[in-house]
């Protein structure tokens, strides 16, 4: 029987993003259900502590009391639509709110919706201000998902499917002023750069590496715009990112917390030099709902939350727990964690491979706590906790994620040594986290045809995907097979074939695996036989398939560890089960079993 939940990921994986339904399912995300703070629960009341704030979007935490009267105030009001001809004070007040958050040294906004979209704004301003068509990002970057966005960040994978992009858009290292100095020439409207580069597994600038580019920007007369979409309103210490590191750039973008995590808002920032295209072509912006009265009042009461004195010390302490814990984390799992980076609330562990984040990631939920990946760095894992979280609630999750590293690097460290010592590489290695396909190979001290009847009369006693391998099933196909992904039922249509030297199970492609074997294959040998249990998947996920491989893979081994002694036990109490010696009489004493990797 379906699942709620099923029925929802089938339905997203229909109409709306078959690959995020088909990750949620897998990792076991629940259905969501209300949220308080850093916690948030899903239909059955279970609550997860949130490690990641949703890409910036949950910075202030979930239903923050603050934001949600605020909502009540503007709603009680009645004045809920933008004319967009009458004075519209709500949002007037904003726009002057922001100038005051930058010493009015950007005194200037323009409110919109979403992060893309507000760049696009920006990179029109600087286009029109200077002149010139070309634009400088870095590597890595992530600016949103428009034309313009995408062109900015020019991953290879969007240009083979999009492509072509837009004209003038170039890339630079980030962190590399050489190259930038290079590059900078009297075509350069503007460089676009976020201070800490999150969707390339959270990367923190060099020293003095912002400074420097603010520098050069001046002298080459092109605009510095920083996205400030994730860390802006104290993620990084300071109300923005670039007050910390001491610069003012000519434009910053921010959104995301900005709407305190309930409704779309965002805004571009500006100096009085790049906003005199609003005089010249007025018409420059338009955005039908952007900076409508509710989403202004929740914008003014995020920039009052941020502002807050002790709201920022709040973060400092944190930041430092945050940096300390995993600091400590990556130097007693050098086998599991590349590296750890960090700026402030916002950090990334970056794993050997992607397999072993998303065994860390699965395993994470399993024990009621959320976090996820770089987007452009599958590798890394997120640690970047709504800004509100309590002190108790922090040192629960790190101390989460520290027994889960234990964990991993324990199943890194016996794969090695079933591997006769072979040690995997930390980089590029085998993962620790193990990928299609699974396989396990056992000697009984049976023979093959006994193993084989009884896989025969029960053709799925080591399946790692039954809800019960025990129950009575005959080969065929069965619509409604009953699974199990962990300690989650799942339901889709599979078949059984009983086969000269085995078993073989094969699921139909549908909404969660494109494709799915197990096979099971007993040889006879020197005194019993050998039984090889090989499982084979394809989720066809593209560049998240060894992230969701890593969960399938600890699944289907830890359900297998418990499997095979059970068909061993279902061996020994069978009538006459006595194994045999190798000349065929019974045995007193069972020989020793042995068990490979």
Same mark, same amino acid.
């Given at each position: 029987?379906?699942?709620?939940?099923?029925?929802?990921?089938?339905?997203?994986?229909?109409?709306?993003?078959?690959?995020?339904?088909?990750?949620?399912?897998?990792?076991?995300?629940?259905?969501?259900?209300?949220?308080?703070?850093?916690?948030?629960?899903?239909?059955?009341?279970?609550?997860?502590?949130?490690?990641?704030?949703?890409?910036?979007?949950?910075?202030?935490?979930?239903?923050?009391?603050?934001?949600?009267?605020?909502?009540?105030?503007?709603?009680?009001?009645?004045?809920?639509?933008?004319?967009?001809?009458?004075?519209?004070?709500?949002?007037?007040?904003?726009?002057?709110?922001?100038?005051?958050?930058?010493?009015?040294?950007?005194?200037?906004?323009?409110?919109?919706?979403?992060?893309?979209?507000?760049?696009?704004?920006?990179?029109?301003?600087?286009?029109?201000?200077?002149?010139?068509?070309?634009?400088?990002?870095?590597?890595?970057?992530?600016?949103?998902?428009?034309?313009?966005?995408?062109?900015?960040?020019?991953?290879?994978?969007?240009?083979?499917?999009?492509?072509?992009?837009?004209?003038?858009?170039?890339?630079?290292?980030?962190?590399?002023?050489?190259?930038?100095?290079?590059?900078?020439?009297?075509?350069?409207?503007?460089?676009?750069?976020?201070?800490?580069?999150?969707?390339?597994?959270?990367?923190?600038?060099?020293?003095?590496?912002?400074?420097?580019?603010?520098?050069?920007?001046?002298?080459?007369?092109?605009?510095?715009?920083?996205?400030?979409?994730?860390?802006?309103?104290?993620?990084?210490?300071?109300?923005?990112?670039?007050?910390?590191?001491?610069?003012?750039?000519?434009?910053?973008?921010?959104?995301?917390?900005?709407?305190?995590?309930?409704?779309?808002?965002?805004?571009?920032?500006?100096?009085?030099?790049?906003?005199?295209?609003?005089?010249?072509?007025?018409?420059?912006?338009?955005? &039908?709902?952007?900076?409508?009265?509710?989403?202004?009042?929740?914008?003014?009461?995020?920039?009052?939350?941020?502002?807050?004195?002790?709201?920022?010390?709040?973060?400092?302490?944190?930041?430092?727990?945050?940096?300390?814990?995993?600091?400590?984390?990556?130097?007693?799992?050098?086998?599991?964690?590349?590296?750890?980076?960090?700026?402030?609330?916002?950090?990334?562990?970056?794993?050997?491979?992607?397999?072993?984040?998303?065994?860390?990631?699965?395993?994470?939920?399993?024990?009621?706590?959320?976090?996820?990946?770089?987007?452009?760095?599958?590798?890394?894992?997120?640690?970047?906790?709504?800004?509100?979280?309590?002190?108790?609630?922090?040192?629960?999750?790190?101390?989460?994620?520290?027994?889960?590293?234990?964990?991993?690097?324990?199943?890194?460290?016996?794969?090695? &040594?079933?591997?006769?010592?072979?040690?995997?590489?930390?980089?590029?290695?085998?993962?620790?986290?193990?990928?299609?396909?699974?396989?396990?190979?056992?000697?009984?001290?049976?023979?093959?045809?006994?193993?084989?009847?009884?896989?025969?009369?029960?053709?799925?006693?080591?399946?790692?995907?039954?809800?019960?391998?025990?129950?009575?099933?005959?080969?065929?196909?069965?619509?409604?097979?009953?699974?199990?992904?962990?300690?989650?039922?799942?339901?889709?249509?599979?078949?059984?074939?009983?086969?000269?030297?085995?078993?073989?199970?094969?699921?139909?492609?549908?909404?969660?695996?494109?494709?799915?074997?197990?096979?099971?294959?007993?040889?006879?040998?020197?005194?019993?036989?050998?039984?090889?249990?090989?499982?084979?998947?394809?989720?066809?996920?593209?560049?998240?398939?060894?992230?969701?491989?890593?969960? @399938?893979?600890?699944?289907?081994?830890?359900?297998?560890?418990?499997? @095979?002694?059970?068909?061993?036990?279902?061996?020994?109490?069978?009538?006459?089960?006595?194994?045999?010696?190798?000349?065929?009489?019974?045995?007193?004493?069972?020989?020793?079993?042995?068990?490979?990797?």
């Amino acid at each position: 029987m379906r699942t709620r939940r099923q029925f929802l990921a089938e339905a997203k994986a229909a109409h709306n993003h078959p690959a995020y339904a088909k990750m949620a399912f897998v990792m076991g995300c629940g259905v969501q259900g209300k949220g308080e703070g850093s916690r948030v629960l899903d239909d059955e009341g279970t609550s997860y502590l949130a490690l990641f704030d949703q890409y910036g979007n949950q910075s202030f935490g979930y239903s923050h009391p603050r934001i949600v009267a605020a909502l009540r105030e503007q709603l009680d009001t009645g004045v809920l639509n933008s004319t967009k001809i009458m004075f519209e004070e709500v949002q007037i007040r904003l726009s002057e709110r922001l100038a005051q958050a930058t010493g009015q040294r950007l005194p200037y906004s323009y409110l919109a919706n979403g992060g893309g979209e507000t760049i696009d704004n920006a990179l029109k301003l600087a286009r029109a201000a200077t002149g010139r068509p070309g634009v400088i990002s870095a590597r890595g970057c992530f600016h949103g998902k428009t034309f313009a966005t995408l062109s900015a960040s020019d991953r290879p994978e969007h240009r083979a499917l999009l492509g072509p992009f837009m004209e003038h858009f170039r890339q630079v290292d980030f962190g590399d002023v050489d190259q930038l100095a290079a590059a900078l020439d009297d075509t350069v409207a503007a460089v676009l750069l976020e201070p800490v580069q999150a969707e390339a597994g959270v990367i923190v600038p060099p020293p003095g590496y912002l400074q420097e580019v603010r520098e050069l920007c001046t002298e080459a007369g092109a605009l510095l715009i920083l996205d400030e979409m994730q860390t802006a309103f104290g993620r990084c210490g300071a109300f923005f990112a670039h007050d910390r590191f001491g610069i003012t750039p000519d434009m910053v973008c921010v959104g995301k917390a900005f709407g305190g995590g309930v409704l779309p808002l965002s805004a571009v920032l500006g100096t009085e030099r790049v906003w005199e295209v609003l005089r010249v072509l007025p018409s420059t912006f338009g955005s &039908s709902l952007g900076g409508n009265p509710l989403s202004c009042r929740v914008g003014l009461e995020a920039i009052a939350i941020a502002s807050d004195e002790a709201f920022l010390t709040g973060v400092e302490e944190r930041s430092l727990r945050i940096d300390e814990r995993l600091t400590a984390a990556a130097a007693n799992f050098p086998g599991l964690i590349a590296e750890h980076r960090g700026l402030g609330m916002m950090h990334g562990l970056e794993f050997t491979d992607g397999a072993t984040a998303g065994l860390v990631l699965g395993r994470l939920l399993e024990e009621g706590v959320t976090s996820t990946y770089s987007l452009y760095n599958p590798s890394v894992l997120r640690v970047q906790p709504p800004m509100v979280v309590s002190e108790d609630d922090l040192d629960h999750g790190l101390s989460v994620l520290e027994g889960i590293l234990t964990e991993t690097d324990g199943h890194r460290r016996s794969r090695t &040594s079933a591997r006769d010592g072979a040690a995997a590489s930390a980089h590029g290695g085998e993962p620790t986290a193990e990928l299609s396909p699974v396989t396990r190979t056992v000697t009984l001290p049976y023979p093959a045809g006994r193993v084989l009847d009884l896989l025969r009369s029960r053709p799925r006693l080591l399946d790692p995907f039954a809800a019960d391998p025990t129950a009575p099933s005959a080969p065929g196909h069965e619509p409604e097979f009953a699974g199990r992904l962990g300690g989650d039922a799942v339901v889709w249509a599979d078949r059984a074939e009983l086969l000269d030297d085995g078993v073989r199970l094969s699921a139909d492609p549908g909404w969660l695996w494109h494709t799915l074997e197990r096979r099971m294959t007993v040889t006879p040998g020197d005194g019993g036989s050998h039984l090889e249990v090989r499982v084979a998947w394809h989720t066809d996920s593209g560049a998240y398939e060894d992230m969701l491989g890593g969960r @399938i893979g600890f699944l289907a081994g830890e359900r297998l560890a418990g499997l @095979i002694p059970a068909l061993e036990s279902a061996l020994e109490s069978a009538p006459g089960a006595a194994p045999a010696e190798p000349d065929g009489r019974p045995q007193t004493a069972h020989a020793p079993r042995q068990h490979v990797a």
